[in-house]
């Protein structure tokens, strides 16, 4: 069973910095597609970062720049360092994961595969 925990979310001013981490457990890590997304109230969840099996990462227009993923294949576990944040970022952030299907986009498979953790909240004030 695969299973995604997250941890480092917390409350921030505008500018600071907070690392997510997502531990990964139940699978083989270096055979699944990863990735964050976000869910601010009212909104739909959207995607933050992704990451390929070959460490490839795309980024959000809005992540872009300020946002960086990294893995510690070690420990199973994903990071999103997230610098210079907005109260536009105030959000739950969630961690993603499933095989990468060779007929779709990363983005499709991970939501495709439907691995998510319970989220971590993220704040941000003005």
């Known amino acids: 069973e695969v299973k995604l925990v997250e941890s480092g979310g917390g409350s921030v001013q505008a500018g600071g910095s907070l690392r997510l981490s997502c531990a990964a457990s139940?699978?083989?890590?270096?055979?699944?597609?990863m990735g964050w997304f976000r869910h601010k109230p009212g909104k739909q969840r959207e995607p933050v970062a992704i990451?390929?099996?070959?460490?490839?990462?795309e980024y959000s227009n809005s992540a872009q720049g300020r946002f960086t993923l990294s893995q510690d294949y070690a420990r199973s576990t994903l990071f999103l360092q997230m610098n210079n944040l907005e109260p536009e970022d105030t959000a739950m952030y969630y961690c993603?994961?499933?095989?990468?299907?060779?007929?779709?986009?990363?983005?499709?498979?991970?939501?495709?595969?439907?691995?998510w953790g319970q989220g971590t909240q993220v704040t941000v004030s003005s």
């Open positions: 993603v994961a499933g095989p990468c299907i060779a007929d779709m986009s990363v983005l499709q498979s991970l939501i495709a595969a439907g691995n």
């Open positions: 139940g699978y083989n890590y270096k055979m699944f597609c």
């Open positions: 990451i390929d099996l070959k460490g490839a990462a």
